[in-house]
């Protein structure tokens, strides 16, 4: 594909550090580098903390020029709420969706973009991608990155039930007139394909091996972050949310408050923290410590501190997401402590390659031995495999020149 003119449609993106943004994000800076232009619609970064972060605060509509002119973002305004429900995120997803389509209504007055990548969930923003399509002929790239309205459905975030037929419908509509699906596992490949018949490019969340690196002596690193280099630092990063079952931890480091080495760590945003915390207070849990989201200059450093990663899945979710912190954990060769079902994308990946450990979902006392048994072994070959797959399949230079290559 030669250079061309791209735009994104999406509502997460730059300098949201974790989930969708993060990728989107990575995603239009490596673009540019490799001489694209690219036109950016999305919100003001609110994610995972559910609020409009400094320094947008109290904008309507704002433009932005970067990379040398080679990215222009329009950020658009919208309804965030501060705890998330099912119709809330309804609410939040449709203001984005209306103030995003007077954006590309401007556009199609400026000069053409050749594709255009359309960032599902919200599922709808296809929509979007189709009405621009239908004047300026682009080519349409639908990425799935989270099968939305599945797991509404299967998390039981959405009543009435009947509103899913009406959802499944627009949703099959979009998939069968875009030009390219893809999406980022091989299980939600299969999802998406039994949805549409079609073809589904795989499209997989990818790291930056020279950003994100194992740490020789790694131990050292821990005093850092007020630990002891002795401690077993039992470490989640990522969006902090009633989903996440992070109240199941806090009663197994209560169960664990004994084992004086081990000590949990809870790093990140979102609308469940300060109800974590206040959890853990009256617990007195004097073992678990909570972090807000490490900035990408430390980043790499704090990954390598943990000595297990928990990726916590609930059962009827895990085939329908693909956690995105799994990527970064892998490239520094940690030690992922997986709860995935047999015969999900999650499960297969992390097994078929020895390069975690993976158990039955929403077991706690399952999961509490897990932590103990991770904590008491070193896994070295399961951490140098979590490496090399992240080296040889996650490279992001590959994955995007690949994806490039076949549109």
Same mark, same amino acid.
Not at 115 to 136: D, I, T
Not at 208 to 217: N, Q, R
Not at 360 to 377: F, M, Q, R, S, W
């Given at each position: 594909?030669?250079?061309?003119?791209?735009?994104?449609?999406?509502?997460?993106?730059?300098?949201?550090?974790? /989930?969708?943004?993060?990728?989107?994000?990575?995603?239009?800076?490596?673009?540019?580098?490799?001489?694209?232009?690219?036109?950016?619609?999305?919100?003001?970064?609110?994610?995972?903390?559910?609020? #409009?972060?400094?320094?947008?605060?109290?904008?309507?509509?704002?433009?932005?020029?970067?990379?040398?002119?080679?990215?222009?973002?329009?950020?658009?305004?919208?309804?965030?709420?501060?705890?998330?429900?099912?119709?809330?995120?309804?609410?939040?997803?449709?203001?984005?969706?209306?103030?995003?389509?007077?954006?590309?209504?401007?556009?199609?007055?400026?000069?053409?973009?050749?594709? #255009?990548?359309?960032?599902?969930?919200?599922?709808?923003?296809?929509?979007?991608?189709?009405?621009?399509?239908?004047?300026?002929?682009?080519?349409?790239?639908?990425?799935?990155?989270?099968?939305?309205?599945?797991?509404?459905?299967?998390?039981?975030?959405?009543?009435?039930?009947?509103?899913?037929?009406?959802?499944?419908?627009?949703?099959?509509?979009?998939?069968?007139?875009?030009?390219?699906?893809?999406?980022?596992?091989?299980?939600? $490949?299969?999802?998406?394909?039994?949805?549409?018949?079609?073809?589904?490019?795989?499209?997989? %969340?990818?790291?930056?091996?020279?950003?994100?690196?194992?740490?020789?002596?790694?131990?050292?690193?821990?005093?850092?972050?007020?630990?002891?280099?002795?401690?077993?630092?039992?470490?989640?990063? /990522?969006?902090?949310?009633?989903?996440?079952?992070?109240?199941?931890?806090?009663?197994?480091?209560?169960?664990?408050?004994?084992?004086?080495?081990?000590?949990?760590?809870?790093?990140?945003?979102?609308?469940?923290?300060?109800?974590?915390?206040?959890?853990?207070?009256?617990?007195?849990?004097?073992?678990?410590?909570?972090?807000?989201?490490?900035?990408?200059?430390?980043?790499?450093?704090?990954?390598?501190?943990?000595?297990?990663?928990?990726?916590?899945?609930?059962?009827?979710?895990?085939?329908?997401?693909?956690?995105?912190?799994?990527?970064?954990?892998?490239?520094?060769? /940690?030690?992922?402590?997986?709860?995935?079902?047999?015969?999900?994308?999650?499960?297969?990946?992390?097994?078929?390659?020895?390069?975690?450990? #993976?158990?039955?979902?929403?077991?706690?006392?399952?999961?509490?031995?897990?932590?103990?048994?991770?904590?008491?072994?070193?896994?070295?070959?399961? $951490?140098?495999?979590?490496?090399?797959?992240?080296?040889?399949?996650? %490279?992001?230079?590959?994955?995007?020149?690949?994806?490039?290559?076949?549109?």
């Amino acid at each position: 594909m030669s250079k061309k003119r791209i735009l994104i449609i999406g509502i997460n993106c730059w300098p949201e550090l974790t /989930g969708i943004g993060k990728y989107t994000g990575e995603m239009i800076d490596w673009l540019a580098r490799h001489d694209y232009e690219v036109t950016a619609v999305t919100a003001f970064p609110y994610y995972p903390q559910w609020k #409009v972060q400094q320094p947008y605060t109290g904008k309507m509509y704002k433009k932005e020029i970067l990379q040398g002119g080679k990215v222009t973002i329009y950020r658009c305004p919208m309804y965030v709420p501060s705890k998330p429900s099912g119709m809330k995120r309804m609410i939040h997803e449709a203001s984005f969706f209306i103030s995003a389509f007077f954006v590309v209504l401007r556009l199609l007055f400026k000069e053409k973009h050749d594709v #255009v990548f359309s960032m599902a969930p919200p599922f709808h923003l296809g929509l979007l991608a189709m009405f621009y399509r239908l004047f300026k002929k682009a080519k349409i790239v639908y990425h799935i990155q989270d099968l939305q309205i599945d797991a509404a459905k299967e998390l039981k975030m959405l009543k009435p039930t009947w509103i899913f037929s009406i959802l499944f419908g627009l949703e099959r509509f979009i998939l069968n007139r875009v030009d390219i699906v893809s999406t980022i596992s091989e299980g939600m $490949r299969r999802k998406v394909k039994a949805k549409t018949g079609g073809e589904v490019m795989l499209f997989p %969340n990818w790291v930056d091996v020279s950003g994100c690196f194992p740490v020789a002596d790694r131990h050292r690193l821990k005093p850092n972050w007020g630990f002891l280099p002795s401690d077993k630092l039992v470490v989640y990063s /990522g969006s902090i949310g009633e989903k996440q079952g992070l109240d199941s931890v806090l009663r197994i480091a209560a169960e664990l408050r004994s084992s004086l080495d081990i000590k949990f760590i809870i790093c990140g945003s979102g609308p469940f923290k300060p109800k974590l915390e206040e959890m853990a207070k009256e617990m007195e849990l004097d073992n678990v410590h909570f972090l807000p989201l490490q900035p990408n200059e430390v980043f790499n450093d704090f990954l390598n501190i943990g000595d297990v990663h928990l990726v916590l899945q609930k059962a009827d979710a895990s085939d329908l997401v693909m956690p995105s912190k799994l990527t970064s954990i892998l490239a520094v060769g /940690g030690l992922a402590l997986v709860t995935a079902n047999p015969g999900t994308s999650l499960y297969e990946v992390v097994s078929e390659n020895d390069m975690g450990v #993976v158990i039955a979902p929403e077991d706690e006392e399952l999961l509490k031995e897990a932590i103990v048994y991770c904590c008491g072994n070193g896994f070295v070959l399961q $951490r140098a495999n979590a490496r090399a797959y992240a080296t040889d399949f996650l %490279n992001k230079d590959s994955v995007l020149n690949a994806v490039l290559n076949e549109i």
